[in-house]
């Protein structure tokens, strides 16, 4: 087995065992990116060199004896919104085609410091905006599982690079579900935390009160370790929570009997495919079948979470990216005078969504419109708040399909921003609520033509702060349903690789 | 209706910069004239990715100029974004505070005629960097250059009410304020530094009228004096206007120094659209009464205090008081000297005539004034001890200032005692009568005022070092004998 | 329901093709058109919730000066500049709606 192939878990012991080195490590994952990253196109830029010294100097560290940290040498991937120092931080935009972040994000100094070897900045929806990643200025990300379809996104590109083998870990970012609903759509773990425990410093923001970082991984166990490494107070982001983080990854193992689980039945009214709906009420039986005590409940001013988000995330996104104007760093379309500057960079340095975005949030934001649009949207978002509070007095966590469907064509949905924003439908009232929540990979659907399985994801949902029980729970479910995932996983991959040797792309 | 049927009612906003060591969201550093472009990081140049982190020692000084200011602090308040583009604004938006400010309802007395005007609020900002035109104006330049080291240095932006109804109003509301913000060590308050900024908010309407006029703001003013001949000039456009039977419209117009004119730079704009909003960054600024009440009670002597403790305490006439009181530099000269044992109104007297009127002629600022409080108590000493004459002592003080010594050393070094000694100033009154027979004779017919130039004469001979009254006493002796 | 496209571009300082305008209007309409279903709620009485995050008042930092950035790290990488500063082309004196007919 190639080391690629292991689970982090494994690659990690072998590590701290000094059985293989961070150099051997990285080398397979590089090997194995030559081999499929053509036909995904998860990466933006593979950071080959840095990486290699990296690793280089982990394995100088155990050597020496000495603990590089619990990442050990493991390799990670970045989403382009993520300022790693001298690399470039392009967010899938023209406008930030060429800039070269001159500082390290918060999360990515912590990775560092727990030995992290960065493999590559990965592709993403321009600026995080979009749920399919073919919102990238630098073209789409292939879903792995199905070269034709989307990975999701925003954070497609981390979600296609770990299912494709491309990366063991990665790093996201999630502002109405960029980490879950790719992680669906890829049959990876991905865990949006509470907003507040990690630090958004260095996070290219796209709407401020709603994005978190968080990871990415082949298993609930690597999303733990990576939330280890970049949870806690952090005094550059005001948001910061000062809530003492959690040894998360010694936490895991805990009996579900007794637990309750809600059901809203609003988040199930939403167009669920009826496929996704029967497995999702296979998984509930599963975990009833574990001891977990599953009631159906309602919150019911679920229904407006994803209007409410279509005015509160572009609101803050037109004032977020007015930084992008083509005075001090990235593009600069020439013009005579500093107003058609401003327009023609702006105009032309942003995508089509971005620019919709901000034009529909400098709209809610605008004299006249401000009570109407964007103040009605926070007082709507306070009623979503209490909904979720007081569904948190009755349950330990809400479960849902992460996404109503699995995942879809490429182009399908480009040209109907609303039949693209309904594919959020599901994870985005978590983001206006602050909450955490894990997407994990529960089953599979066939889709019609090829007869081609495509994974689904379920959604558990806890209180602030309680990520333990939310990969508590995902856990326990991972040890039952785990194997069958993990074998079609592996399956895809050698597909993904017989793929590659019968079309050579490029 | 004629001119003197209308009045001014004038409001001005005030942006302050506070005296910190680093800016409001970064800890770079707030120093004054450091090369272009050094005192930057991810924060204040907008980078991607960064985020703000509030200066404790800003909000401090905010509180405390607020409490100066006589404002109810609100415990809690909020910073909001208010977004407009320009090239020496990073983010695209000011972090700002709209409608939660730090502080509402102050007011500052003015003297003539007394009156309070009303304050309305007081809140937290950053600054912008600042944009330098290539070229002389606006219009000639090609292009801009912009320096982002002032960009994020914390401010205060005071907002009176439109109290004010002359020109003369408006400029004592602002060294009022000035001097309140001074005193409290808030900010350096420079206007021409540009540590202190004024916007001016003026209308006319018809005396005894209560319906407020057309307001125009008025920018681009740097100095009191342009204040008030810009309020002065629009005073009477506004009136020609309503008397033409034309409207005033509401604007915002440029003081033009040299012309000495207000005009509309450009239309208002679309882009005056502010959407303002509360900053996702930050959760609200939240004060604990005991944070205040440490503000309030190390808050330093305020003018108003000072001046009536010379007053009351130091029978000092209110004149003087309001002169030592217009620095604070100044004020602690003066309270240093008492201090040493001077008398008050005589170490007024000394400070207000000769001290203060060097300072003038050599252009030296108030808080770099160029004496020890002690050499100049040493001096009253040597005065009131007979060691050296007043008119000797005015020399000295030159001479302390320029050479930095003590009073005793530049007497003793310059031998500038005055001659008290009965036996050499006998020596030098009989040589004097030898030398001036016919002044003389003209004394002995009784013509006594001539003693006066004969005293002269003595004291031309000593260099101004004999005791006068002395010299009188031995010239009557020696005559009359 | 105006939207009116050219004011949002004018705000927001981002030019659009006529087409692209057309298109922008059409997008914004159809999202406002969904979004209306926020006004079945009635709200008055309900606060706004502006952030997510559970602090009660933002932290604030000691007045002690740190390092920034080096210059020349900065001026690297900025689309123009003029000896050590950042560099941009003048405010046009024309009004808006003079430089919206030079439009393509």
Redesign the interface.
């Known amino acids: 087995m190639e080391i690629w192939e292991m689970s982090t878990k494994e690659i990690l012991s072998l590590l701290k065992s000094r059985e293989i080195t961070a150099q051997e490590v990285l080398d397979s994952y590089l090997c194995r990116i030559t081999e499929v990253e053509p036909l995904v196109r998860a990466y933006l830029e593979v950071l080959e060199p840095e990486a290699r010294a990296e690793a280089a100097k982990v394995d100088a560290m155990l050597i020496r004896g000495e603990d590089p940290g619990i990442l050990s040498g493991l390799p990670c991937a970045l989403k382009d919104?993520?300022?790693l120092k001298g690399a470039r931080?392009t967010?899938a935009s023209k406008i930030?085609e060429n800039?070269v972040?001159?500082?390290d994000?918060t999360c990515v100094a912590r990775l560092k410091k727990q030995g992290a070897v960065f493999l590559g900045k990965t592709n993403m929806d321009e600026f995080a905006m979009g749920s399919s990643t073919e919102n990238s200025a630098f073209g789409p990300t292939k879903n792995p599982w199905d070269l034709e379809r989307v990975p999701g996104g925003s954070s497609g590109g981390s979600a296609a690079a770990v299912a494709a083998g491309m990366a063991p870990l990665a790093l996201g970012s999630d502002t109405g579900g960029s980490i879950r609903q790719p992680a669906s759509f890829t049959g990876t773990y991905g865990l949006k935390p509470t907003y507040g425990l990690v630090s958004?410093?260095?996070?290219?923001?796209f709407?401020?009160?709603l994005d978190q970082i968080g990871p990415f991984g082949q298993s609930v166990w690597d999303c733990a370790l990576l939330l280890e490494a970049i949870a806690g107070y952090d005094?550059?982001?005001?948001?910061s929570s000062r809530k003492e983080p959690f040894p998360y990854t010694k936490h895991l193992e805990s009996s579900l009997r007794g637990l309750r689980a809600g059901v809203p039945g609003e988040f199930l009214g939403f167009g669920i495919d009826p496929d996704v709906r029967e497995g999702f009420e296979k998984i509930l039986e599963i975990l009833s079948d574990m001891g977990v005590i599953v009631e159906e409940t309602s919150l019911p001013t679920l229904p407006y979470a994803l209007d409410t988000y279509y005015v509160i995330a572009p609101?803050?996104a037109?004032?977020n990216?007015?930084?992008?104007?083509g005075?001090?760093?990235g593009f600069r379309a020439s013009a005579p005078n500093?107003e058609s500057m401003?327009q023609k960079t702006r105009g032309e340095g942003f995508g089509r969504e971005v620019r919709r975005r901000i034009m529909l949030g400098?709209f809610a934001?605008?004299?006249g419109y401000?009570d109407a649009y964007?103040l009605r949207a926070a007082r709507i978002r306070t009623l979503i708040r209490r909904d979720f509070e007081n569904a948190f007095e009755k349950f330990d966590v809400l479960l849902s399909p992460t996404t109503p469907t699995a995942a879809f064509k490429l182009g399908e949905k480009i040209e109907d921003p609303i039949s693209m924003y309904l594919a959020d439908v599901l994870t985005v009232p978590v983001n206006l609520a602050g909450l955490p929540a894990l997407s994990m990979p529960a089953g599979f659907v066939i889709t019609g033509e090829k007869g081609k399985e495509l994974p689904w994801g379920l959604q558990i949902i806890g209180k602030p702060f309680a990520e333990t029980t939310v990969l508590q729970v995902g856990n326990a479910l991972e040890q039952e349903i785990g194997k069958e995932i993990n074998d079609k996983i592996r399956d895809m991959r050698r597909d993904l690789t017989r793929t590659r040797e019968c079309e050579p792309v490029d | 209706m004629t001119r003197h049927e209308y009045e001014m009612m004038i409001g001005l906003e005030v942006h302050v910069e506070l005296l910190?060591?680093?800016k409001m969201f970064?800890?770079?550093?707030t120093r004054f004239g450091d090369?272009?472009?050094?005192?930057?990081?991810?924060v204040?140049?907008?980078?991607?990715?960064?985020?703000?982190?509030?200066?404790?020692?800003?909000?401090r000084l905010a509180v405390r100029a607020a409490l100066a200011l006589n404002c109810q602090v609100n415990l809690s308040s909020r910073?909001d974004?208010k977004?407009y583009?320009y090239?020496d604004l990073?983010?695209?938006?000011q972090i700002s505070q709209y409608d939660e400010p730090l502080a509402t309802g102050g007011y500052i007395e003015i003297e003539e005629p007394r009156k309070r005007i009303r304050i309305r609020r007081l809140h937290i900002e950053e600054d912008a960097g600042k944009?330098?035109?290539a070229g002389d104006d606006?219009?000639a330049?090609?292009?801009?250059?912009?320096?982002?080291n002032r960009s994020g240095v914390p401010l205060i932006e005071i907002v009176s009410e439109p109290d004010m109804r002359s020109p003369e109003e408006a400029r004592q509301y602002l060294e009022k304020l000035q001097r309140i913000l001074q005193f409290a060590r808030v900010s350096d308050v420079k206007m021409e530094e540009g540590s202190m900024r004024v916007d001016c908010n003026v209308s006319v309407r018809p005396k005894g009228s209560d319906v407020p006029g057309v307001p125009c703001e008025l920018k681009n003013l740097s100095s009191f004096r342009a204040v008030v001949k810009a309020l002065s000039y629009e005073f009477e456009r506004q009136v020609g206007l309503l008397e033409k039977g034309e409207k005033v419209v509401r604007e915002t117009r440029h003081w033009d120094e040299s012309k000495e004119v207000t005009a509309v730079l450009?239309?208002k704009?679309?882009?005056e659209?502010y959407?303002?909003?509360?900053d996702?960054?930050?959760?609200?600024?939240?004060?604990s009464p005991e944070f205040v009440d440490e503000v309030r009670n190390s808050m330093p002597e305020l003018p108003d205090q000072i001046v009536s403790r010379y007053v009351e305490n130091m029978g000092l006439p209110r004149y003087d008081a309001n002169v030592l009181t217009s620095s604070p530099a100044l004020a602690e000269f003066f309270d240093k000297c008492v201090e040493l044992g001077a008398e008050p109104k005589t170490a007024s007297n000394w400070i207000m005539g000769d001290l203060l009127g060097y300072m003038k002629a050599k252009g030296i600022p108030y808080e770099k004034i160029p004496l020890e409080p002690r050499s100049l108590v040493e001096m009253l000493v040597l005065i009131k001890d007979g060691v050296i004459s007043g008119k000797i002592a005015k020399d000295i003080l030159v001479k302390m200032i320029e050479t930095g010594k003590d009073p005793r050393t530049i007497v003793k070094e310059e031998g500038l005692e005055q001659i008290s000694d009965e036996e050499s100033l006998a020596r030098v009154v009989e040589q004097v009568i030898a030398n001036n027979p016919s002044v003389v004779e003209e004394i002995k017919a009784g013509k006594e005022k001539a003693i006066a130039f004969l005293v002269g004469q003595v004291m031309k001979m000593t260099k101004g070092k004999a005791n006068p009254a002395k010299v009188n006493i031995i010239l009557k002796d020696k005559l009359t004998s | 329901m105006e939207i009116d496209v050219k004011?949002l571009e004018?705000?927001a300082?981002v030019q659009l093709s006529a087409d692209e305008e057309q298109v922008m209007e059409k997008d914004l309409r159809s999202i406002l058109e969904h979004v209306k279903r926020l006004f079945e709620l009635d709200v008055n009485d309900v606060p706004p919730t502006?952030?997510s995050?559970d602090?009660?008042?933002?932290?604030?930092?000691?007045?002690?000066?740190?390092e920034?950035?080096k210059?020349d790290l900065?001026?690297v990488g900025a689309p123009s500049i003029?000896?050590?500063?950042?560099?941009?082309?003048?405010?046009s004196?024309a009004?808006?709606d003079e430089e919206g007919k030079d439009r393509s």
Request: charged fraction near 20%; include cysteine.
């Open positions: 919104n993520l300022a931080c967010c930030l800039w972040a001159p500082y994000a958004r410093y260095g996070l290219v923001a709407a401020s009160s005094p550059l982001d005001s948001t609101s803050e037109s004032s990216l007015a930084r992008f104007d005075v001090r760093y500093l401003y400098t934001l605008s004299a401000y964007y | 910190t060591r680093t970064c800890r770079c550093s090369p272009p472009n050094t005192n930057v990081c991810p204040c140049l907008g980078l991607p990715g960064s985020l703000p982190r509030p200066n404790r020692e800003a909000v910073f974004r977004n583009f090239p990073p983010k695209g938006y944009s330098m035109h606006i219009t330049a090609s292009y801009s250059l912009v320096d982002f450009r239309a704009e679309t882009s659209d959407r303002y909003f509360p996702p960054d930050l959760p609200r600024l939240e004060l | 004011h004018a705000l300082k502006f952030g995050g602090i009660f008042g933002v932290d604030l930092d000691e007045d002690i000066p740190r920034g950035l210059r900065i001026l003029h000896d050590v500063f950042f560099k941009v082309p003048r405010e004196g009004s808006r």
